[in-house]
């Protein structure tokens, strides 16, 4: 007897079958779908200075680093581990916070339309709610956009659901996760405190109970479970930082961010608190006049019509706007913390709209209606400004992406990425002096200090910052410690803080200023960026006493002790040679077939040689076809070829070539070190006058390695000479 083979198909279970009925889940999905889809087209587009930052920080987590230890950012460690998530699940892509950011701003809208729902008990107005929050969070512009403001509104939300579905559900720990969620949202950004804290406590004070319940016992009850939730985040959060060795530093943080951040000296040519705060408040007013109009009243019908949820919405709204006073800034993100309570209260004045007896039925529809449209122009024309007027052309092809990057002033920087990355390995550290921390991310390449740019170490904070020689003196070190291959200085940048352009700024740190002078080289300027280069410890470009303090032995003061094993014509020699752009450098002058050796008994390891190879310049017209450079070592009874290299006379020959040889498998012994000199490919002898400038035997400044970005620290020289 056949049996049926066993279907695949599993139907939803009954429960979840009813509810997803009671939601109306298709608008649950064209909620979601329609915040994606509005945000879908706009996500091809690069990281802008505070994206940069936090993308650099989470790069910083992904690689093991703790939160304000390894990382500084004003803003808080949540949005870090954001960007670490959006880099997860994208890799490395620009697109990648804008995605995940769209993605959770259209979770909030359901959740912002689930805690409608209980507030205003009616579900399409709900969804309408959502939906206007998603599209207003969303259409910011993009340079403003996966900020912590849309991230943190998520947790903020559930945590307003949370307390409002505590009462009905009796479930205290709904409380307990009122807080946590609370936390969360606060640790993107310390100052989103008020407005969340402001709208939590004020929905506890407003929240309708039970008619068994003593309100303020209850209340208090509700207070005291909502703040031990948010204890319990923290304090573990804490101890975490404490395990990783962090926790001082997270306290200094919060105590200058708090204390000494909002006392910072602000630039007087932007505009902010101290210059034109009402001007610029009521510039934002006057783009969404539609919508803090009839949010305002709403929020105020709300409270004269005795709904429990008025206060909360009204001192919601108002935290909302504090905020940003406090900040003192008036860019359009931060005014996100805010677009929940406006569009909560737009909704609140719906309802009171459809259930007001005194309104004629036949009118109830065209009024909303009118409403409806007016807040859908008002959005459709924010959308137009802050989005297509600056993205329409280059979204559909009319400009090219060099175009559009340039005029967003983010073209430079990431030709500065390619440029880096092209020309060091993805372990070696940069640091990028100024605002463009994008580019660490897009390079790929970290930073050998906490701080990714230099805002910490320059603010004008009033009444004095008492880290910033401290902060200044933890970056050089840090530089010192583990000096950057390049250094990029940006010529003009400022933000609200900066008083100078980065470049004068280091040059009066005279600590700085000598860091470059004394040990890179400028090789490169592009855009807004110079480009300095780490000089290696053993580079014939250090100044003679950087170069002697790490030489065990100079070869060229050792050549006469050194055996001529082949003899050439002209002789083998000490000679200096002259290379276009450069100084004349003493060298060893080797006509092929010469062989010269050197008896010498190795330091301990790490020993490394060190040399630079060139012809001769006059030689380069003789008509040579070049020479070729030969290093071996014996040891014992076993002889070993380190180097051989071939140089022409041709153009591109033209210069210096250096090399570096690591002789730490000898280190300790005594060896026979010999250079030698052979022909060119052709076997012409024609004009190969062939060169090994400085070779010296070296050691390394730090480590156990020859291949090694450490230096020479100088700082004590000057201390400790007569």
Partial sequence: MSSQPESRFRPIPPHIARWLQRIRWPFALLVFVAVIGVAAPFWNVPLSRD????????????????????CWDTKGPALHYTYALAKLLFGVNSAGPYILNAFVIAATA?????????????????????????????????????????????FALL??????????????????????????AVLYKYALALPFGVAALSVIAGLPLGETERPLRARLAIFGWTLGGALAVVGLFSIGLLAANALDDALTHVRFI?????????????????????????LYFGRLPVIFGLAFVGSGLATWRRRWYGWPLVLYILAGIAVVWVQQRFTPYHWTASLPALSLAIGALLRELI???????????????????????????????????????????????????????????????????????????????GHHAAIYYLAQRHSPTRFIYNEPLLMHIRGGNPWQEEWRAEALDAIYRNPPVYILLTTFDRTFFDFQNPNDSWRDIPEYSGFTARHYVKEYEFGRFQFFRLKPYWSRLNDPDLLDAVTWADLIARFDGAEVEYQSDPPVSVMDFHLPGEDSYPTILMQPDARLSYTLELPSSPVCLRFDISMFPDSWGWGGDGATFIVEVEAGDQSSRLFEYTLTNDAVDHHWHPFLLDLSPYGGQPIRLSFQTGPGPRGDYTGDWAGWGMPRIVRPPSGDSCETNAIVDTRGWEEASP
């Fill in 258 to 282: 708090f204390f000494y951040f909002p006392k910072a000296q602000l630039n007087p040519d932007e505009y902010a608190i101290r210059s034109k705060p009402v001007q610029q408040t009521l």
């Fill in 159 to 184: 945590g307003l659901l949370s307390l409002t579905l505590g009462p009905r559900s009796k479930r205290r720990w709904l409380y307990l996760a009122a807080g946590g969620v609370l936390a969360i």
């Fill in 51 to 70: 994206q940069g930052v936090y993308a650099t920080c989470a790069d910083v987590l992904l690689a093991g680093g703790a939160p304000y230890r390894d």
């Fill in 355 to 433: 259930e007001w007896d005194g309104l004629p039925a036949p009118a109830r529809k065209p009024v909303i209606a009118a409403l409806s449209t007016a807040i859908a122009v008002n959005v459709a024309l924010f959308f137009y400004a802050d989005q297509w007027l600056i993205l329409g052309d280059y979204l559909t092809g009319r400009e090219d992406p060099e175009t559009f990057f340039e005029s967003q002033g983010v073209w430079d920087q990431m030709v500065a990425a390619d440029y880096l990355r092209e020309r060091t390995e993805p372990d070696d550290p940069i640091w990028v002096w």
């Fill in 110 to 154: 359901l959740v912002l339309a689930a805690l409608a729902y209980r507030w205003l008990r009616n579900l399409t107005l709900a969804y309408g709610v959502g939906l206007l929050y998603g599209l207003l969070a969303v259409i910011v512009r993009f340079d403003m956009n996966a900020q912590p403001e849309s991230f943190a509104n998520f």
